[in-house]
């Protein structure tokens, strides 16, 4: 296996099935059913060296995500979106998730090792552990008085999407609707902007990938951070609010900032269909578009790993090196790919982290 491409992922939401099956997190991370998208056994296999690993608070009553891509089976379509969780709600289920993270490390000591710093993440990969960096996707779990941010950046939290799709007292997130624009709703709550600027103190990288328009424009406007999508795909392509448009991959360009493409089929596919029947083809051309927009160093992973439906040929985090193999027949050479799947996103996380 000595042309195995080690990556580091930007976006997997394996934390939520820890979370949400505890009486069977051993065989989830340490068992070799093959159930979901990632293991640690699979991941060593594929080359997973790393990654962003989300606490992501569910609403009461969301269904599975099979219930939830079929809403997303036939395009046009618009899903509702969720009313906001209230802050004491969502708090505990966050500290759950992140005691998941924590387990994971106890359960696997030589295998895995929470990162709090670009520098930790290098040294883990040298190890030849896999990297986890703590991420939140939509900040419900921090307070309106943002107190809550300072116990998480301790616990560990480097990365932190200040909206999921449904709004927050931060700020409003884009609809799971296809065709559709992210230029719809408000920009920051002055809360959100406070946010930004506390994310900016601590080296908390802030994560616009559900962000709508108006909050992206306000977090460019105030962040000194680079902008960050840790997992979206290229709007031209594919007509979701979820993908960015030519002008945003201009504003992360500007900034120095970074995309990640996300593998799911709903953000992949011209048709916007959550249909897992497709060639890797419409990857390469997201892969080839986000590189002409971004260069070279901006672009890598954000597979969205247990929280989408993949193409056929990817199936799991062992189709990864299929994507590799692909993006090689399709003329990448071997330092182009190793940007792509693991450098760019280290120094993404040197730009962005503090220490
Ligand atoms: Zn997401």
Redesign the pocket.
């Given at each position: 296996m000595s042309d195995l491409i080690r990556f580091f992922d930007g976006?997997n939401?394996l934390l939520l099935r820890l979370y949400s099956a505890p009486e069977k997190r051993e065989e989830i991370w340490l068992g070799s059913s093959g159930a979901g998208h990632l293991d640690l056994q699979r991941m060593k296999r594929a080359g997973f060296a790393g990654g962003l690993f989300?606490i992501?608070v569910p609403s009461p009553g969301e269904g599975s995500m099979a219930d939830f891509m079929a809403l997303m089976a036939h395009a046009p379509f618009e899903v509702p979106l969720p009313p906001p969780i209230p802050h004491e709600k969502a708090q505990p289920v966050a500290l759950g998730m992140a005691g998941q993270l924590y387990w994971m490390e106890r359960a696997a000591p030589d295998d895995f090792a929470i990162c709090r710093s670009a520098a930790a993440v290098r040294a883990a990969l040298d190890a030849g552990r896999i990297a986890g960096v703590m991420h939140m996707?939509g900040a419900e779990a921090i307070g309106p008085d943002l107190d809550a941010l300072y116990l998480f950046h301790a616990l560990g939290l480097r990365s932190l999407?200040p909206v999921?799709?449904r709004p927050t007292v931060f700020g409003h997130g884009v609809p799971f609707k296809f065709p559709g624009d992210p230029d719809i709703g408000p920009g920051l709550t002055d809360r959100g902007k406070e946010l930004v600027r506390l994310c900016n103190q601590l080296g908390i990288m802030i994560d616009l990938?559900?962000m709508n328009r108006a909050g992206f424009d306000d977090v460019a406007r105030l962040s000194t951070a680079p902008l960050v999508a840790?997992?979206s795909n290229v709007h031209a392509l594919c007509r979701t609010p979820?993908n960015l448009t030519d002008r945003q991959l201009a504003q992360i360009r500007e900034s120095s900032g970074m995309v990640g493409l996300?593998f799911s089929t709903s953000f992949l596919r011209a048709d916007g269909m959550a249909a897992t029947d497709m060639t890797l083809d419409p990857m390469l051309r997201h892969m080839d578009y986000l590189i002409e927009k971004l260069g070279e160093d901006h672009v890598g992973l954000g597979s969205?790993f247990d929280?989408?439906t993949l193409p056929d040929p990817i199936k799991d985090v062992t189709g990864v090196p299929t994507l590799f193999r692909a993006l090689a027949d399709h003329g990448y050479d071997n330092a182009l790919l190793v940007k792509l799947a693991r450098d760019n996103w280290l120094d993404c996380l040197d730009r962005s982290l503090k220490g």
């Amino acid at each position: 296996m000595s042309d195995l491409i080690r990556f580091f992922d930007g976006h997997n939401d394996l934390l939520l099935r820890l979370y949400s099956a505890p009486e069977k997190r051993e065989e989830i991370w340490l068992g070799s059913s093959g159930a979901g998208h990632l293991d640690l056994q699979r991941m060593k296999r594929a080359g997973f060296a790393g990654g962003l690993f989300a606490i992501y608070v569910p609403s009461p009553g969301e269904g599975s995500m099979a219930d939830f891509m079929a809403l997303m089976a036939h395009a046009p379509f618009e899903v509702p979106l969720p009313p906001p969780i209230p802050h004491e709600k969502a708090q505990p289920v966050a500290l759950g998730m992140a005691g998941q993270l924590y387990w994971m490390e106890r359960a696997a000591p030589d295998d895995f090792a929470i990162c709090r710093s670009a520098a930790a993440v290098r040294a883990a990969l040298d190890a030849g552990r896999i990297a986890g960096v703590m991420h939140m996707e939509g900040a419900e779990a921090i307070g309106p008085d943002l107190d809550a941010l300072y116990l998480f950046h301790a616990l560990g939290l480097r990365s932190l999407g200040p909206v999921w799709s449904r709004p927050t007292v931060f700020g409003h997130g884009v609809p799971f609707k296809f065709p559709g624009d992210p230029d719809i709703g408000p920009g920051l709550t002055d809360r959100g902007k406070e946010l930004v600027r506390l994310c900016n103190q601590l080296g908390i990288m802030i994560d616009l990938s559900h962000m709508n328009r108006a909050g992206f424009d306000d977090v460019a406007r105030l962040s000194t951070a680079p902008l960050v999508a840790t997992h979206s795909n290229v709007h031209a392509l594919c007509r979701t609010p979820r993908n960015l448009t030519d002008r945003q991959l201009a504003q992360i360009r500007e900034s120095s900032g970074m995309v990640g493409l996300n593998f799911s089929t709903s953000f992949l596919r011209a048709d916007g269909m959550a249909a897992t029947d497709m060639t890797l083809d419409p990857m390469l051309r997201h892969m080839d578009y986000l590189i002409e927009k971004l260069g070279e160093d901006h672009v890598g992973l954000g597979s969205d790993f247990d929280g989408c439906t993949l193409p056929d040929p990817i199936k799991d985090v062992t189709g990864v090196p299929t994507l590799f193999r692909a993006l090689a027949d399709h003329g990448y050479d071997n330092a182009l790919l190793v940007k792509l799947a693991r450098d760019n996103w280290l120094d993404c996380l040197d730009r962005s982290l503090k220490g």
